[in-house]
């Protein structure tokens, strides 16, 4: 099962959320055979995971986009590679082709309509992607080049990485999958959820928060389609907004983790909230297990 942990905004508590969650697991798995937890950040913009999980990084690959580049030689200055590009990356001024990669996405719709073959395609880093393992915890994350503005073909690449040979049949995968994505509800945040079985969002209890929470419940739920839960961090704190509205929408709240100065100081120093407080490891424990009931009723299935 893939549970992609995600907030309408950044500093809910996601990642604390996500990494206890993955922490919870690995120590006591809860599936038999190959059911090794496996972690993905994919907040390739700022991937914070593994300063908690402290992972061994044993492989890393460059990953990015195939984009064009012009054989001079070859190149007639007709123009239909710029005529052809969604995106303005490519221009074709006099005697000149130019090209802007940040603007490119890789599409080959300029090489394929080159009618003197004068276009290749090379490789633009974008950033890396890297896997490891912290204790018994599979770990893997990527992360964006300073300066890139492409985060979704990273995220991508890093989940066609670590669910292959299972991206296509991914939901009959056994292995308890938590994948961290991005805050907000732009691009990265889509590529991230695709293909998961569940959307659990933190939030906390106040009117920003059940602002961001509706955005989110609207990308997850409304337009991709999948299950939703909550879980309210900082309970206490604010105000009843994020209860009457998943009352409203028959959204579940599945955990509280009340305003707690020892996780905020853990958290700043490093810690994690199940290692601070190890009587969080049967909730998280039992999170897991309600939300494999929540995806097994929804698709009528079997447990899995
Ligand atoms: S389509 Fe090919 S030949 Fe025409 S301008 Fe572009 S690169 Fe040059
Ligand atoms: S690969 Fe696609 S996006 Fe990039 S320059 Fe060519 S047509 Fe434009």
Excluded at 26 to 52: H, I, K, Y
Excluded at 62 to 74: A, N, W
Excluded at 172 to 182: E, G, H, K, Q, Y
Excluded at 237 to 258: F, Q, T
Aim: glycine share 10%.
């Amino acid at each position: 099962m893939i549970i992609a942990v995600a907030s309408g905004k950044g500093g809910t508590g996601k990642t604390t959320v996500a990494v206890s969650l993955a922490l919870s697991l690995a120590a006591d798995p809860p599936t038999q055979g190959n059911s090794s937890p496996l972690f993905l950040d994919c907040d390739v913009e700022e991937p914070n995971a593994a300063l908690f999980l402290n992972p061994a990084i044993f492989e890393r690959r460059e990953v990015g986009l195939m984009i064009p580049q012009i054989d001079l030689e070859r190149c007639t200055y007709c123009g239909r590679c710029a005529e052809v590009c969604q995106y303005h990356a490519i221009a074709v001024v006099g005697k000149k082709v130019l090209v802007f990669p940040e603007l490119c996405h890789g599409c080959g719709s300029c090489t394929l309509n080159c009618g003197p073959g004068a276009i290749q395609e090379v490789l633009h880093v974008l950033g890396t992607i890297e896997r490891g393992w912290a204790g018994p915890l599979e770990f893997a994350q990527g992360t964006m080049n300073v300066g890139e503005p492409m985060a979704v073909p990273i995220i991508r690449q890093l989940k066609r990485w670590m669910l292959a040979p299972a991206s296509d049949t991914v939901h009959t995968d056994r292995r308890p999958v938590i994948l961290d994505a991005s805050p907000g509800t732009a691009c990265p945040v889509v590529e991230s959820m695709r293909g998961v079985d569940f959307v659990l969002l933190v939030t906390e209890p106040t009117p920003f928060g059940l602002h961001d929470l509706r955005l989110a419940v609207e990308v997850a739920r409304d337009e991709l389609g999948l299950p939703v839960g909550v879980v309210i961090n900082r309970d206490g704190v604010g105000d009843r907004g994020v209860d009457e509205y998943c009352a409203a929408e028959s959204i579940p709240i599945l955990m509280r983790i009340p305003l707690d100065r020892r996780v905020a100081e853990a958290y700043s120093d490093g810690g994690t909230l199940v290692g601070t407080l190890p009587e969080y490891r049967e909730r998280f424990h039992s999170l897991y297990g309600t939300i494999g009931e929540l995806v097994v009723d929804r698709k009528g299935g079997r447990a899995r």
